[in-house]
């Protein structure tokens, strides 16, 4: 029986037509997001030395930047907005932090989009001859400020923290109880 069960259920990403063999790779590399993210920025940074090289392409790495920016808002924003929740009681209860892009899907993105930023720098049509490269960077760090500005605005204002920096860990701690130590797990 195909479909059963799954009448009317929403999935929660979208749908990927990803080939088999690929998939199989990918979720090969989801438990080790460090070596993920080692490699992306090796290739990053062969993709940045090939567009200083040629001295082109400034265009095609401003909007690729901009991406970026747009799936980092994405990666930083909670799933379910707080400035849209109601409140009738007390908010002390806890909410985990999840996130509206996960990091998987947020490293996915970034790493295919510089793929596609270094295939298309092959490629002379998508070289538009822009030479002042500097207002492109310029415009981009502003750009990069004024949204982070009004992201960790959003953060302070509904206390949200996106990162497990700073918050209370569990675990394996020694306390002095009764005049001997005991070990407390949690």
């Known amino acids: 029986m195909e479909g059963v069960g799954s009448a009317g259920a929403a999935p929660t990403q979208?749908?990927?037509d990803i080939p088999k063999p690929f998939q199989h790779y990918l979720d090969k590399t989801r438990p080790h997001p460090l070596y993920r993210w080692i490699g992306?920025?090796?290739?990053?940074i062969l993709f940045a030395l090939r567009v200083y090289s040629i001295q082109g392409f400034y265009v095609v790495t401003f909007f690729f930047g901009i991406f970026i920016l747009c799936a980092l808002v994405d990666f930083l924003t909670?799933?379910?907005?707080?400035s849209l929740q109601t409140s009738d009681g007390p908010?002390?209860?806890f909410k985990p932090f999840i996130r509206l892009l996960p990091e998987f899907v947020f490293w996915f993105d970034f790493t295919?989009?510089?793929?596609v930023a270094f295939v298309l720098t092959f490629f002379s049509v998508f070289d538009s001859h822009y030479f002042h490269?500097?207002?492109?960077?310029i415009f981009w760090i502003l750009y990069f400020i004024y949204i982070m500005t009004c992201q960790i605005g959003h953060m302070l204002k509904y206390k949200y923290i996106p990162f497990n920096i700073g918050k209370q860990k569990y675990g394996g701690k020694e306390t002095v109880a009764g005049g001997g130590l005991v070990e407390m797990r949690l």
């Open 112 to 115: 295919l989009a510089f793929c």
């Open 91 to 93: 908010s002390d209860e």
């Open 78 to 82: 909670p799933l379910v907005n707080p």
């Open 133 to 137: 490269w500097q207002e492109l960077l």
């Open 40 to 44: 992306t920025f090796i290739f990053a």
């Open 14 to 16: 979208p749908r990927r």
